[in-house]
Structure formats: structure tokens, C-alpha cells
């Protein structure tokens, strides 16, 4: 069984590197995405106290973002395509197992995951000096696993109910970006109305891609502690008018909507300031 699995992940791959659109949509994309990024908003910093700079937010949520590339929307794509052209088909008259095809699909995601990972961390530690947190690894790794997990499982679900490779893309595209958008990969999410937050925490980007930014950034909290940040707050900013955290607690609509989502991360509005 071990065998059949390395086999056919080894053909998949091959198959995915012969193929130059999908290195970039799924490989090079992200890179892309923190290159315009920290171009857009600079390297400053944005909290004083921590250090924290706009390439330090970015990279954990790009990392997120390649990781939703690599196990949802391309898994999704891939086996609608296979399953259209026939070979999904011809490949139960061999005897290869299923669960080996499925084990063989979703490892490629991980390999792809692992290989994102990789790349934005050191782009965004050679160009922009992104401290790599060493004695966090261990939550690093196992919150990209979860992740992975996760968004693969929901790319074999949706795979089932596309009809066709044409709409795979477009039906991956639109369940997947608005889901970035609303989990804070672009902005943060105390940008996001209090009604849309409620509805967005369903979804698991949203929960989620703070995790993944908490465990891969000495100034965020670690999973499950208890925040003791207000949470219109950057870490470790300083209170008062001169806060450079944007708009104050009361300029904010007050509810029971929940805070730790917006007390795990920078409330950094995007706007260019001076070191």
C-alpha cells in the first residue's frame, strides 16, 4: 500500500511540475502576492514596542494563502479535470486503491504546502528580515498540517459537485477568495464590520489564519491563551491619542462579537507611516 502511495505521488508530482501554469498559480502566485505587498506599504514598523513590521504580518497570511492554493483550489481543479478526461475511471481497472489515490492527491498538497512555506520564509527573512521564530516550529508545523488537513478535505467535497473543468476554477476562485478576505490575509480583520465577522468565523480561514500568524511571530499570542490586549490595540502599542493603532475603542461599534479574532493580530490599518 506504502509503495502504491509513493508511486502514484510521484507520478502526480512530475505531472504538476511538467505543468508552468500551475507552478505559478500555485507556487510562484504567493511570492508574488508579498513582493507587491511589501512594496505597496513599505517595511515599516508598526508597532514600536514589538518591532513588528508590515512583512512580518504579511508572510504568515501569504503562507495561508498558498496553503489554500495548494490543498483546496488546486486539489479541487486537478481531480475535476482527471475525473473529466477519464482517468479517475481508468484508474479503478488497476490496482491502484482508491484510498491509495486519495492518499497519493492529498500528499501532494503537503509537499506543496512545505515547499510555500519554505520559500516565503526565506524571502521574507533575506529580503526583508523577517525573524524566524526557531523554538516555535513545533506550533508552526502542526498548525500548516491542520490547515492542510482541513482545506483538503474541502477540496475533495467540492470536487464532487463541479460539473465540469471549465467551472472548476471559477467555482474554486469564488468560494476560496472571499474567504481570504474576510479571514485577514489582506487587511486586518478589525477592518471587517461586526455582522460580516459573525457570519465569517464560521468558516475555518477565519479561525483558522490567525492561528497560523500566532504560532509563526514571536509577537503574537500563543493558541489558547487568553488575550490581555484591548483588542483595537496592536502588540504592545501605547495608549492614548498618539497610538498609531488607528481608530480608538470608542469609535468602534461595541457587541459580543468575538475579540480573540481581532486580539490576535495588529490592528494595522494599511496606511504608510514613518519608523
Known amino acids: 500500500m506504502r509503495r502504491l502511495v509513493v508511486h502514484q505521488l510521484r507520478y502526480e508530482l512530475l505531472k ?37 513590521k508590515v512583512s512580518t504580518y504579511y508572510v504568515p497570511g501569504i503562507i495561508a494563502l498558498g496553503v489554500m492554493a495548494a490543498s483546496f483550489v488546486a486539489l479541487a481543479i486537478g481531480l475535476v479535470e482527471q475525473r473529466e478526461r477519464g482517468v479517475i475511471k481508468r484508474l479503478r481497472a488497476t490496482p491502484l486503491p482508491a484510498s491509495a489515490y486519495i492518499a497519493s492527491r492529498a500528499a501532494i498538497a503537503f509537499v506543496l504546502t512545505a515547499l510555500i512555506a519554505v520559500i516565503l520564509t526565506l524571502i521574507g527573512r533575506v529580503l526583508y528580515g523577517v525573524t524566524i521564530p526557531t523554538d516555535r516550529a513545533p506550533g508552526v508545523l502542526l498548525t500548516l498540517a491542520v490547515g492542510t488537513t482541513a482545506f ?31 479571514s485577514g490575509i489582506f487587511f486586518p480583520v478589525s477592518q471587517i464590520p461586526d455582522a460580516v465577522l459573525t457570519v465569517a468565523k464560521v468558516f475555518p480561514a477565519t479561525t483558522w489564519r490567525p492561528g497560523c500568524w500566532r504560532a509563526s511571530t514571536r509577537t503574537g499570542r500563543r493558541a489558547g491563551s487568553t488575550p490581555s490586549r484591548s483588542p483595537c490595540s496592536p502588540p504592545g502599542a501605547r495608549s492614548g ?20 479574532l481581532r486580539a490576535a493580530e495588529p490592528m494595522w490599518h494599511g496606511h504608510r507611516q514613518s519608523t
Open 152 to 182: 483538503c478535505c474541502l477540496g475533495f467535497a467540492v470536487s464532487g459537485v463541479i460539473g465540469s473543468a471549465n467551472a472548476a476554477p471559477a467555482v474554486t476562485n469564488g468560494i476560496m477568495l472571499p474567504l481570504q478576505m474576510l
Open 16 to 52: 504538476f511540475w511538467r505543468d508552468p501554469q500551475a507552478v505559478f498559480f500555485t507556487v510562484a502566485l504567493p511570492v508574488v502576492f508579498l513582493v507587491i505587498f511589501a512594496a505597496i506599504f513599505g517595511n515599516q514598523t508598526i508597532d514600536d514596542r514589538s518591532g513588528l
Open 241 to 260: 491619542p498618539s497610538s498609531r493603532c488607528g481608530p480608538s475603542a470608542g469609535s468602534r461599534r461595541r457587541g459580543s462579537h468575538p475579540r480573540s
